[in-house]
């Protein structure tokens, strides 16, 4: 998995904050990674139409909690593209990987 999308709640400074970490550490790992605009808005960077992530895209990471996985559910459908659900604050029901730990997730999930 090479190509990551990056799907953020917006409005809320945790996932920019996780994002200025971990856009470094997926190009790092030599990953290209796609926001979308909303997502990219946050930290002043180009991006693409929610849309069409999931047609550029291996995997798509979700930072927020469970209606942001839901939306991001929707968006990719019956397309088979994996989702990594990361919770950035309360009880995530649908997002079981909490922020402290999305490092050693993507670690397992990109070395196989």
């Known amino acids: 998995m090479k190509k990551i ?9 945790e996932p920019l904050k996780l ?3 971990l856009l470094p550490w997926l190009r790092g790992k030599g990953c ?13 960077v180009g991006g693409h139409q929610r849309s069409q992530i999931p047609a550029l895209v291996d995997g798509i990471v979700v930072l ?5 996985m839901l939306s991001v559910a929707r968006l990719v459908g019956e ?14 029901f649908l997002t079981a990987v909490h922020k ?12 196989g």
Request: hydrophobic content about 40%; proline content about 4%.
């Open 5 to 13: 999308g990056i799907i953020s709640k917006t409005g809320h400074p």
């Open 64 to 68: 927020g909690g469970d209606g942001t």
């Open 19 to 21: 994002l200025t970490d």
């Open 79 to 92: 397309k088979g593209i994996p989702i990594l659900g990361v919770n950035i604050g309360g009880l995530g």
């Open 100 to 111: 402290n730990e999305v490092f050693a997730v993507l670690e397992k999930v990109l070395g």
């Open 32 to 44: 290209e990674v796609f926001l979308d605009d909303e997502t990219a808005s946050g930290l002043r």
